[in-house]
């Protein structure tokens, strides 16, 4: 062997080569559940623009500051505060409801009062958000990122 010590490799060692082609069925299937869910939950504050009731506060529950000072964005020096809320519904029931708006240090400026509008879905009432129910770019894009990862998991089904 001229001089040289021939060594192996412990069994413990397994060496393999896995060939990768862009994920099995588990991760597309994980995908499509993933763009479903954000897709209803991005519908539930469309559907209450198109298709909700409108319901009136009738008390403010409670307005709690949390967490603190940011000192980040184009806000600063602004707090979180939670303002919980009771609606009375077209049907004559009372709901409830809380909101999570921007403040100074010292009050929530939420705008919210005895009387503002609450948009509601009719059959099911916890689904709700004060307003007059106009649709932001926020519920927009969650439907177009949902629909895009749902176009590009069956785009990849399709290509095989």
């Known amino acids: 062997m001229n001089g040289q010590l021939k060594t192996r490799e412990p069994d413990y060692i397994i060496k393999t080569k896995k060939k990768r082609n862009g994920g099995g069925i588990g991760n597309r299937i994980t995908t ?3 763009g479903v869910i954000i897709a209803l939950c991005s519908m539930i504050p469309v559907s209450e ?8 506060i009738v008390e403010i529950r409670s307005s709690e500051r949390s967490g603190g000072a940011r000192e980040y964005g184009s806000t600063p020096n602004s707090y979180e505060w939670t303002v919980g809320y009771t609606f009375k519904t077209e049907s004559g029931e009372y709901e409830t409801g809380s909101v999570t708006v921007n403040g100074d240090a010292v009050s929530s400026k ?4 005895v009387g ?3 948009r509601y879905l009719a059959f099911a009432p916890r689904f709700n958000r004060p307003g007059e129910g106009r ?5 927009f894009m969650y439907l177009l990122t949902a629909a895009f990862g749902v ?10």
């Open 151 to 160: 176009y590009m998991v069956t785009l990849g089904v399709r290509k095989k």
């Open 116 to 118: 503002s509008p609450v």
């Open 135 to 139: 649709l932001d770019g926020t519920t």
């Open 32 to 34: 499509v559940i993933v």
């Open 49 to 56: 623009g198109m298709f909700g009731r409108t319901g009136y």
């Open 110 to 113: 939420s705008g919210l009062r």
